[in-house]
């Protein structure tokens, strides 16, 4: 018997396991992210192009993002949010983006000026690789369909960015760890997802993001830190903090849905929301004539 007993707790250790890896597999990866600030005075006809990429990508079974515009933070700023698996996915998806818009826009000489006109719109762009930490993510989804489901249901998007002092990357990932494993103690900890800057950014930067349904979500607040590490445990991420992190920012995004060309899956979790149908316009009905009504 206890022979047996040793071997189902070792059967249920290797599942364990098999389930962990499994989720840092799924959770591997980065996101490409591009960054633009609009003139103010473009903003309408930049609003105007963006939906006409986004047409073109979705007819033409083109490249994948997610639009948002922030809105509390620096304004007229507008993130374009893609999933890839690897740097060579990056490849893939701006070939994609390439050919669908060539296709629309009759060629390479359309895609150009098509650019040139988003160019004459913005004021600066950045792009950046950000690696997903999926082993310092809080109560991250088990599997693709509920993280396709998360992400589709999502209105409002609020990321932390967390600009790390050179040679303490890893005391605050160590810091990050510690939280994660307090906050999944709780049984309503909210869903934090975590990713590091890969390229594109000065030094490290970490991003906390939130995703909610509404604004109302953010209202619902976890346990306060120094209630949830114990009065030694906050003592030391406050030291952490002033040692490690050289300052940080929060802004909150919405999601626009008629800039975004979104995945299938994420797109199937409201597609009322991601792919609205366009307003159809009632005729008027032509009035009598009087011939007409005389003869009636």
């Not at 890896?21 to 609009?38: E, H, N, P, R, T």
């Not at 900890?189 to 800057?197: G, H, I």
């Not at 906050?234 to 802004?251: C, D, M």
Request: glycine share 8%.
């Amino acid at each position: 018997m206890r022979l047996r007993g040793l071997g189902i707790l070792a059967g249920v250790v290797l599942l364990a396991a098999a389930a962990f890896a499994q989720m840092q597999d799924f959770y591997s990866g980065y996101l490409d992210v591009g960054i633009v600030k609009v003139k103010p005075e473009k903003r309408a006809e930049f609003d105007a192009l963006g939906k006409k990429i986004a047409d073109a990508n979705r007819k033409n079974k083109g490249d994948t993002w997610l639009a948002a515009e922030v809105t509390y933070g620096e304004g007229n700023v507008v993130q374009f949010t893609s999933f890839r698996q690897n740097y060579a996915d990056i490849d893939k998806g701006m070939d994609a983006f390439m050919s669908a818009i060539s296709k629309t826009a009759g060629g390479a000489a359309g895609f150009a000026k098509m650019m040139q006109d988003v160019n004459n719109c913005t004021a600066s762009s950045r792009a950046e690789v950000r690696r997903r930490r999926g082993d310092l993510s809080v109560n991250p989804p088990t599997d693709a369909a509920s993280y396709a489901k998360m992400v589709g249901e999502t209105r409002w998007v609020r990321t932390a960015m967390v600009r790390i002092r050179p040679g303490h990357l890893g005391e605050y990932e160590e810091l990050l760890k510690t939280i994660k494993a307090a906050r999944e103690r709780e049984m309503s900890a909210p869903t934090t997802l975590v990713s590091q800057s890969a390229a594109g950014q000065q030094g490290t930067v970490f991003y906390l993001t939130t995703l909610a349904k509404s604004m109302a979500d953010f209202d619902a607040t976890p346990t306060p830190l120094p209630k949830l590490l114990g009065q030694e445990g906050f003592q030391k991420y406050l030291k952490t903090v002033s040692e490690a992190v050289i300052g940080a920012e929060t802004i909150i995004s919405r999601i626009l849905p008629e800039l975004s060309n979104p995945p299938a899956d994420v797109a199937a979790a409201a597609p009322d929301f991601w792919h609205p149908k366009p307003a159809v316009t009632m005729k008027a009905k032509p009035k009598a004539t009087e011939a007409g009504s005389k003869t009636q």
